[in-house]
């Protein structure tokens, strides 16, 4: 009964490995070209960097982690954007997000493959297609240029935002 038991255990973990692999080859698809800007919690990012496409991953990266997340800290009015890509890893961070107006990105982050790693404050733009705290949804696009990195044609479209309210009641 036990290796009846185990079998169907090793069968079932190896099924399900296949059928994952068919889901990411498919999503890998998806991610040759930028994403369209859309408003509708579609969970993408994606942007040019010094001219090299960076798309946000697919799926999760372990421990309840995606590649791409948004929470917005009600507290200090700040919303916060990271996606990670084969390429490397954005944040974008912006101060009172507001909708349909162009802002300064707060600051960003940008790490690449080899580690390289840069971050400015009070730089460029974004601007807020969608800020839904009701249904988690944040959309928009964004551009930035500092040090030696150059983004351009970025957009992002997430679902599940977080909602961070740290304020003592």
């Keep these: 009964m036990k290796i009846n ?5 090793i069968l ?3 099924l399900s490995g296949s059928f994952n692999s068919c889901i990411l080859e498919q999503d890998k698809e998806k991610y040759k070209t930028l994403p369209p800007e859309t408003q509708t919690g579609k969970n993408t990012f994606g942007c ?7 798309v946000a991953s697919p799926g999760s990266v ?3 982690y995606t590649h791409l997340q948004a929470a917005y800290y009600k507290t200090h009015d700040l919303l916060t954007i990271s ?12 101060l009172n997000p507001k909708e349909n107006i162009k802002q300064n990105l707060f600051g960003i982050s940008f790490r690449d493959i080899n580690y ?4 400015e404050r009070n730089i460029e733009e974004v601007y807020l297609t969608k800020f839904d705290t ?3 949804i944040v ?3 964004f551009k930035s240029k500092f040090q030696s990195i150059n983004i351009t044609q970025g957009r992002f479209d997430v679902s599940g935002l977080q909602i961070v309210d740290w304020s003592v009641e």
Excluded: Q, R
């Excluded at 038991?5 to 255990?9: D, G, Q, V, Y």
């Excluded at 990670?84 to 912006?94: V, Y």
């Excluded at 390289?116 to 971050?119: A, H, K, R, V």
């Design 5 to 9: 038991i185990f079998i169907k255990t």
């Design 12 to 14: 079932t973990l190896l």
């Design 48 to 54: 040019y960097v010094n001219g090299e496409l960076f």
């Design 62 to 64: 372990g421990w309840g």
């Design 83 to 94: 996606a990670s890509a084969k390429n490397g890893f954005i944040k974008l961070d912006i």
């Design 116 to 119: 390289l790693f840069c971050e």
């Design 134 to 136: 009701i249904n988690f």
């Design 139 to 141: 959309s928009g696009t």
